[in-house]
């Protein structure tokens, strides 16, 4: 749309948008309190990240040649047992909300460690900055699989500490809008006894915060938990009491149609992180299939399973992974037998994922800007680092240019709800 105005309320919401020609525009663009932007602008909603390791932001980029497990035991553990310092906590975590800011990440769904403190923290930096934050302070208390460094000693002081931990993060000062949620985190079946599971549930259900967890990521994940339980992953989550309403399941690529079915029925949604998966999962979410089947979906960075905290970034790789999903990626085989039909997905709808998909999974009401939503925006700037629209581009084809092209240097400015958030327009 060329030549609107939006009314943004005191709450952050849209109120009205208007085009030119109406009174409604001639109205708004009379105020004093009109903000223009210049006519190379472009404003478009912000994204969600649907799944992040904020703790793992140091070491993103790194070990991405090592198979999961070996990964959490050998890096990611370690790394992450250091976020007992709260100062360690508070500089990698500033940063890290700074760049996702600035990368148009108005909202997003983090994992952080087992520590209280350092994890309010988390929530206070996202308070601060401006960045609509879902935070959860992860739950692990398997002896088998958690390093005794790392983990809690027992289901109950996991679930104690979660419980006082929703308690914090709601009473946060400057929270009174709720833009920090705290969110129940079991981090995935492996490294969680049955009893902190079943207590999650039940906490769930008793305060109605939100949960997030792993799924069916990898070949070993998924056996693991097939063996343990003689379930997959979502059939012995749903047994919990964890696949709720808004309830996010990173990964998932391998669900099965019966998995996904039980999803929907659940409402509960898809986190796609292609990136992560190239290196982890060994398989691709076939995600022409999750939106066709309606199975509510939204784009993750898994930093540091992905090295990128660009949601535009994994935006791109959604598209491309389709394609190499539907084409396969194997040349001497014949092209019939090489790939599996109808798989890719478009830019438009790469495009939704990162935005109204990701807020709708959180059943938030932003993502696309529209009267009654938040207005989580970001205005980038045509002309800048390869991105060229021509007038004579249609919808379809900005769009791609624009999931494409994107990147934190050509955002200039973002807001969430309402509030300016990143300011870079005359650098
Ligand atoms: N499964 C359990 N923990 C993790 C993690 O930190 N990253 C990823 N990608 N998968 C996990
Ligand atoms: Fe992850």
């Not at 339980?229 to 996010?248: P, W």
Request: with cysteine.
């Amino acid at each position: 749309m060329e030549d609107v105005a939006f009314l943004i309320d005191e709450r952050g919401n849209i109120q009205e948008r208007a085009v030119k020609g109406g009174a409604l525009y001639a109205a708004l663009s009379a105020r004093e309190d009109v903000r223009r932007m210049p006519s190379d602008s472009l404003l478009i909603p912000g994204v969600t990240d649907l799944h992040i390791h904020a703790p793992q932001w140091p070491q993103a980029g790194m070990a991405l040649d090592e198979p999961l497990e070996r990964w959490l035991g050998v890096y990611t553990f370690p790394l992450e047992s250091r976020y007992d310092d709260v100062f360690f906590a508070e500089e990698v975590y500033s940063d890290l909300v700074r760049t996702l800011l600035e990368n148009g990440t108005t909202t997003a769904l983090y994992f952080a460690t087992i520590h209280e403190e350092s994890s309010l923290a988390l929530a206070r930096i996202c308070l601060e900055q401006g960045q609509r934050g879902f935070v959860g302070l992860v739950a692990m208390d398997n002896a088998a699989l958690c390093p005794p460094t790392y983990r809690h000693a027992n289901a109950q002081q996991a679930l104690d500490a979660t419980r006082r931990f929703i308690a914090a993060v709601r009473a946060l000062p400057g929270n009174e809008g709720g833009l920090a949620q705290p969110v129940i985190t079991p981090r995935f079946i492996p490294a969680c006894s049955d009893a902190l599971l079943e207590g999650l549930g039940e906490l769930a259900a008793e305060t109605g915060v939100r949960v997030q967890t792993h799924a069916s990521e990898s070949d070993w994940e998924h056996r693991h938990v097939l063996e343990r339980t003689g379930k997959t992953d979502t059939e012995a989550l749903d047994g919990f009491g964890l696949l709720r309403d808004a309830t996010v399941l990173a990964h998932a690529g391998f669900l099965n149609a019966t998995d996904r079915a039980r999803v929907r029925a659940r409402n509960a949604a898809l986190a796609h992180c292609p990136i992560s998966n190239a290196f982890f999962a060994g398989a691709a979410l076939p995600v022409r299939t999750v939106l066709d089947e309606h199975t509510r979906c939204g784009l993750g960075t898994d930093i540091s399973g992905g090295y990128s905290p660009s949601i535009f970034e994994n935006a791109r790789q959604a598209v491309v992974t389709s394609r190499l999903l539907e084409s396969g990626v194997d040349p001497d085989r014949s092209p019939g037998e090489r790939g599996r039909p109808d798989s890719r997905i478009t830019f438009q709808e790469a495009f939704w994922l990162a935005t109204r998909g990701g807020a709708e999974a959180l059943g938030t009401s932003a993502g696309q800007l529209l009267p009654g939503q938040a207005f989580d925006a970001l205005e980038i700037r045509n002309g800048r680092r390869g991105l060229r629209l021509s007038p004579t581009d249609d919808a379809e084809r900005c769009v791609q240019k624009i999931v494409c092209h994107v990147t934190a240097e050509n955002i200039v400015r973002v807001w969430v709800n309402g509030r300016m958030v990143v300011d870079k327009a005359y650098n």
